[in-house]
């Protein structure tokens, strides 16, 4: 009963922006950390950010300085801006959420159906 649908992928050209947007719904108690992660055909998928339900977060070295990750608990959204986007950050990115729902003792994993970020001139 607890989903994350994602939006906000597209094409983009190289030193451009996107915003993406990872909203979960369903039977929710809490959620803990949030976070996004990156997929490239053929490679392992890859922690781009994270953001604890406090706010703190962290970020790959490939993305410092550029992405940023954010939430807001009244919508139980997190996203991420990701600035001066470059071709190798082509990738379809999923987000991630550590939910408690409802009559559960504990939180369990749960992944958004994913988003294609493409970066081309």
């Known amino acids: 009963q607890v989903q994350l649908v994602e939006s906000g992928g597209g094409l983009v050209q190289p030193g451009g922006s996107l915003r993406l947007s990872c909203a979960a719904s369903?039977?929710?108690?809490?959620?803990?950390?949030m976070g996004w992660y990156s997929q490239a055909p053929g490679k392992e998928r890859e922690l781009v950010a994270t953001i604890t339900s406090g706010g703190r977060t962290k970020y790959a070295d490939s993305v410092k300085g550029r992405f940023t990750i954010s939430r807001d608990n009244g919508k139980n959204t997190v996203y991420l801006q990701m600035n001066s986007l470059k071709p190798e950050d082509t990738a379809v990115y999923y987000c991630?959420?550590?939910?408690?729902?409802?009559?559960?003792?504990?939180?369990?994993?749960?992944w958004g159906q994913g988003t294609q970020v493409t970066v081309s001139s």
């Open positions: 991630n959420a550590a939910i408690r729902p409802y009559h559960w003792t504990s939180g369990y994993d749960y």
């Open positions: 369903g039977n929710i108690y809490s959620i803990n950390d």
